[in-house]
């Protein structure tokens, strides 16, 4: 037996389930076929919210730390299959082991978020100006929420809304990418597992609806569907977006990035190297946090151009099941064509070209394994300010900070940003109002790899969303305001006077 078949065995997926439908999953690794799996029919879709607004009803009546008790078995149970599901993450999705297994701990590490969360959803109380009365703000549970996930984090961005949603009293119903439903089916039964230890709780809490965009359409545009959780592209999110904001329900949008870093003459050069070739050669550049263009000082340009060129050539890329391997595979043949595309359109608009060559052909005619890419490139293009989902590193250079922030604030998607410097002044101007504009902003260390401690997502076409830490939770939650009066005259706001009698 394979380690795929025991994998799939440990995670408790049958045969029969992984033979049974039309939806074809693909290896990146060599291209091979994995599965075939049953797709979803809109008509399964509105049946499934139908159930999870049943549910709802009531979960939104049990104790908040009692929903938490299920994200704590969730998490347990997490732990107990991190190996399986972080090799399976690699096999469906290219990204090498190490990250496999980091995108389970993210899972982790968000239940262990929410498990804490849950005792601890406060509101406020607010000073009224009326004798007599109080006023707070309470924090309820929204209703079903909706999760449609990329392939690139196959299963950590679900458990960002799932963990935070249930403990908020919500429903959820994953959508996820369909390049990656075997690790979805997974972490369903893994869900499964915990449920059944936890004991009573409504059916139809947590599910899966596998299929193409016809499936994401009938979450999107269902009026009992009261907040939607998209990550992907731009194109994807402007239109989940315009749909639910037509229905006036609530969107979290995690959408695109054009992430950049700034490399200050006061850096640690080595330091920035390593960062860099994380942030862009890491998960083989398919991260939204992948880091896309790099400013550098013109002082120490050649110096980090010439140290990135030299690590960039001895980059092991190949199975990412291999403990040495750092870059694995790109998730398909569309995304190396767009790979390709972008290398040729960065040629024509004036960039000088390290790597981009397609690598292991011949060992693997069907699968696309890349040399990553810098591009030396003095104008910000129309191909510089393109998010393509892929190693490619474009590398300009500054002299002034404020044209160096400029540049990194000159693209259309504002989700990750860094700075490299030893310097306070820049670093913090680097941090302030006049600085990066993007949800994100690190200073020494790479774009990319945050904790689920913070709030997660960025500004202008990345979509405004904020998932994972901080008060993320916020988004899962309704805001109620209460005046409530505890005197014995009815005084109105305002000094108003209405007198009837
Ligand atoms: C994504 O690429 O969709 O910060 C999410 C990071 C990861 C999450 C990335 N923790 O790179």
Redesign the pocket.
Known sequence: MNTFQETLINLGLSEEELNSGKLVVTGPICGSKLASIEMHKPRDVEQAIARANEAFKIWRAVPAPRRGELVRLLGEELRAAKEDLGRLVTIENGKIFSEGLGEVQ?MIDICDFAVGLSRQLHGLTIASERAGHHMRETWHPMGVCGVIT?F??PV??WAWNAALALVCGNPVIWKPSEKTSLTALATQKIFEKALARFGEAPEGLSQIVIGGPDIGDALVTSRAVAIVSA?GSTRMGRIVGEKVAKRFGRSIL?LGGNNAMIVAPSADIDMAVRAITFSAVGTAGQ???SLRRLIVHDSVYTELVDKLKTVYGSIKIGNPLEPDTLVGPLIDRDAYERFEIALKESKTQGGTIHGGERVLKDENPDAYYVQPALVEIKKVTDIVKTETFAPILYVQSYHRLEAAIALNNDVDQGLSSAIFTNDVREAEMFLSAVGSDCGIANVNIGT???EIGGA?GGEKETGGGRESGSDAWKSYMRRQTSTVNYSKELPLAQGVKFDVD
């Open positions: 993210e990329a690139n984090f950590a961005v990550t995690e991260r939204c946090t990319s790899g945050a997660f």
